[in-house]
Each structure stands twice: as structure tokens, then as C-alpha cells.
């Protein structure tokens, strides 16, 4: 069982910075796969990114490669989104979810554990 809290949303000016924290409680943390999604409303819940069990593979959706940036730390059971360059098409509810294995990891359908979301405001 692995049990996830999102933290360090706000509210940021386009071009501003913020980083998402993914704080996890049970062993299996270690083991899984941690992917970040996003979701506005009125539709539907989007992959942003995720990194592998031992953090050696990360993928990134094509409209955040070079902004965005998904790291680890397995010690403080967290991971991290670095996200730097903010739009306001950024603005969104982020989850992060965890999965055992990286197959099919941009999948939503794919994982088995979600965090309760941080929102993300970015003006223009």
C-alpha cells in the first residue's frame, strides 16, 4: 500500500517557477514508478511525466520537455517537479501516482495509487 500527498502549488506569473513535492508512506514507494498528471476542468486528466523505480528513465510529454524536471529522492520517500517556465495552459490540479513497473507508464489507467492533487496557477 502506498499512500501519496502532493504539496507546493501556488499561484505564479507566466514565466515564474514552482516545484511540486510528492511526499509517500509504505515500502513500496521505493519500488514503484512515480508519474505527475494534470487535469483543468471540464476535461479530462492529462500525463505530464513520470521517472522509473531507480530513477535512471524519466519521459516527459512534448509540452514540457526542457521546462520541466522529475527527480527523486528515495531516502525522503519523495519525488520532485521542478517546473520552471511556467504558461498559464500550465495552470491545472497536478496529481502524482505511483505503479509498480515503468510499462506503459503515461497511461492513467496504469497506475494503482493517486495523491489528492496541489493546484497550480499560472497569470498571464
Known amino acids: 500500500q502506498v499512500q501519496l500527498v502532493e504539496s507546493g502549488g501556488g499561484w505564479v506569473h507566466t514565466g515564474g517557477s514552482l516545484r511540486l513535492s510528492c511526499t509517500a508512506s509504505?515500502?513500496?514507494?521505493?519500488?514503484?514508478?512515480v508519474g505527475w498528471f494534470r487535469q483543468v476542468p471540464g476535461k479530462e486528466r492529462e500525463f505530464v511525466c513520470y521517472i522509473s523505480r531507480t530513477g535512471t528513465i524519466t519521459y516527459y510529454v512534448d509540452s514540457v520537455k526542457g521546462r520541466f524536471t522529475i527527480s527523486r529522492d528515495d531516502a525522503k520517500t519523495t519525488v520532485f517537479l521542478q517546473m520552471n517556465s511556467l504558461k498559464p495552459e500550465d495552470t491545472a490540479v497536478y496529481y502524482c501516482?505511483?505503479?509498480?513497473?515503468?510499462?506503459?507508464?503515461?497511461?492513467?489507467?496504469?497506475?494503482?495509487?493517486w495523491g489528492q492533487g496541489t493546484q497550480v496557477t499560472v497569470s498571464s
Open positions: 501516482a505511483a505503479k509498480t513497473g515503468y510499462e506503459s507508464a503515461w497511461m492513467i489507467t496504469s497506475y494503482d495509487y
Open positions: 509504505g515500502r513500496a514507494f521505493e519500488d514503484s514508478t
